[in-house]
């Protein structure tokens, strides 16, 4: 017997539903591993590409968008316990960032976003995320997949 609509649409809400567990139980394991340190950064800044999601913007402008498994419940434990973050994210193709982003339902979560063109760089970013949100970049907490990007000696800033 073929499936009916009912059964196509229950698979579908079940596999919201464990999406949605998934998020869920992460956001607490997060909140359970953040309320262990005394001490935590005021603000936490993401890269994009291959950090918060596992591909380039430029090279999946038709398809939909994905964040890796972990990544939205994280950042929603850090809303929840006053954790601010933000996006430092150089890409070919900022446009396509932010719709994914809006399209993810994330973009509320940060307090600001310097997505540039590639020609940017992260001192730049930094320099603008500071003066935005008037933190101090020793209170700042960096997560990017390239190296070179989070060496303190490249920034030269942190002073």
């Known amino acids: 017997m073929a499936p009916t609509g009912k059964t196509k649409k229950k698979r579908g809400s ?42 380039y913007c ?13 990544a939205k419940g994280i950042l929603c434990a850090l809303k929840e316990k006053g954790i601010d973050t933000a996006i430092a994210s150089r890409s070919a193709t900022p446009d396509f960032a932010n719709a994914f982003l809006e399209k993810l339902g994330i973009k509320s979560l ?24 008037g933190i101090p970049f020793n209170s700042m907490l960096f997560f ?3 190296i070179k990007n989070t ?4 920034f030269l800033i942190w002073e």
């Not at 999946?60 to 890796?68: D, F, N, T, V």
């Not at 997505?115 to 949100?133: A, V, W, Y």
């Not at 060496?151 to 490249?154: A, E, I, L």
């Open 151 to 154: 060496q303190s000696d490249r």
């Open 110 to 133: 940060f307090v600001t976003k310097e997505i540039g063109h590639s020609s940017t760089n992260k001192r730049d970013h930094f320099q603008i995320i500071h003066s935005s949100t």
């Open 144 to 146: 990017d997949d390239d």
């Open 58 to 70: 430029e090279c999946r402008p038709k398809g939909e968008p994905c964040l890796y498994p972990e």
């Open 14 to 55: 079940d596999r919201e539903t464990k999406k949605n567990g998934g998020e869920k139980k992460v956001k607490e394991e997060a909140i359970r591993t953040i309320e262990t340190f005394h001490v935590v950064p005021r603000l936490i800044v993401f890269d994009l590409d291959y950090t918060l999601w596992p591909f």
